[in-house]
C-alpha cells in the first residue's frame, strides 16, 4: 500500500520558519521527482518547488530566496525548508511524488496545513 506521510505543519508567525516532510513508502518503482504544491483557499494548487532524483530543483518565484527543497533518496523522503514566512504562505501543503517507470505512476500526500499568522 502505497502512503505519503507528511508532517511539520502547524501555525507560525510571520517571518517565522517551518520545515515539512514527506516520507514515501510501498511504491514498487524508483522515485524520480518529488514535489510540494499548495492550495491556499478559493485558489488552485500550484506548485512550490520539486527537486529530481540527481538533485535538481525548481523553484515558483514566490518560494525564491525563501524555501529550500531537499530529499534523501535512501528514505524516499523530501523536506521542505520555508523561512521568512509571509501570511500569502497560508496554505494545505501536498507532497507529490512520481516514478521512474513507464507509465509513470503519481502519488499525491494527504495534506498539511502552514497557517502564518500573528
Known amino acids: 500500500q502505497v502512503q505519503l506521510v507528511e508532517s511539520g505543519g502547524g501555525l507560525v508567525q510571520p517571518g517565522g520558519s517551518l520545515t515539512l516532510s514527506c516520507a514515501a513508502s510501498?511504491?514498487?518503482?524508483?522515485?524520480?521527482?518529488m514535489a510540494w504544491y499548495r492550495q491556499a483557499p478559493g485558489k488552485q494548487r500550484e506548485l512550490v518547488a520539486d527537486i529530481r532524483r540527481g538533485g535538481t530543483t525548481n523553484y515558483a518565484d514566490s518560494g525564491k530566496g525563501r524555501f529550500t527543497i531537499s530529499r534523501d533518496n535512501a528514505k524516499n523522503t523530501v523536506y521542505l525548508q520555508m523561512n521568512s514566512l509571509k501570511t500569502e504562505d497560508t496554505a494545505v501543503y501536498y507532497c507529490y511524488v512520481d516514478t521512474m517507470s513507464w507509465p509513470k505512476r503519481e502519488y499525491w500526500g494527504q495534506g498539511t496545513q502552514v497557517t502564518v499568522s500573528s
Open positions: 510501498g511504491i514498487a518503482f524508483r522515485i524520480e521527482t
